[in-house]
Structures are given as structure tokens and as C-alpha cells.
């Protein structure tokens, strides 16, 4: 669904689409806010997303996985491990 334009403050549609979705699931949030506390850096948080969200059986409608913004996903995360 992205056309690669800002959406909402995130770096597009996907994105902000996929960052909600990880926020809102409970037991997705709790495990990525654990890993945001473990993982050294956004890179290294984001690449794992990348790799675990798409094949975890997070149901995001319509989202193009190659075009979120993982890094930035991860960034979500990581503050609010550091709330």
C-alpha cells in the first residue's frame, strides 16, 4: 500500500501501519519492549524485526514488508523501554 510519503509522522504508511500494530498487540509489545531493553543499537533491533515480525503472524492489512521502516519501528520501542 505505500507510495512512500510521510503517513502520520512515520516514514510511510507501512511503517506506521506495522509500529501500531506491534504496539497495540500485547504480547508483541511486551516482547519487542524486552528485546529493545537487550539489543545494543536500533540497527541491530531493527534488522531483527525485519527478519521475526513478517513470519511471526503479526496480520498487518495491506503492508508491504520490504518498505517499513524497521529501524524506525525499532526506535518506537526503545523509547519506551527507556520510559
Same mark, same amino acid.
Given at each position: ?5 510521510? &503517513?502520520? =509522522?512515520?516514514?510511510?504508511?507501512? %511503517?506506521?501501519?506495522?509500529? !501500531?500494530?506491534?504496539?497495540? *498487540?500485547?504480547? %508483541? &509489545?511486551?516482547y519487542?519492549? /524486552?528485546?529493545?531493553? %537487550? ?5 541491530? !533491533? =531493527?534488522?531483527?524485526? /525485519?527478519?521475526? #515480525?513478517p513470519? /511471526? =503472524? #503479526?496480520? #498487518?492489512?495491506?503492508?508491504?514488508? /520490504? *518498505?517499513?521502516?524497521?529501524? *524506525? ?5 526503545i *523509547?519506551?523501554?527507556?520510559?
Open positions: 500500500m505505500s507510495d512512500n510519503q510521510e &503517513y502520520n =509522522g512515520w516514514a510511510n504508511w507501512d %511503517t506506521w501501519a506495522t509500529s !501500531l500494530s506491534m504496539l497495540n *498487540e500485547e504480547h %508483541t &509489545y511486551k519487542w519492549l /524486552s528485546a529493545a531493553r %537487550t539489543f545494543d543499537d536500533r540497527d541491530s !533491533l =531493527g534488522d531483527r524485526m /525485519s527478519m521475526a #515480525v513470519r /511471526s =503472524g #503479526v496480520v #498487518v492489512d495491506d503492508v508491504d514488508w /520490504s *518498505e517499513v521502516d524497521w529501524c *524506525e519501528v525499532a526506535d518506537a520501542f *523509547e519506551a523501554a527507556e520510559d
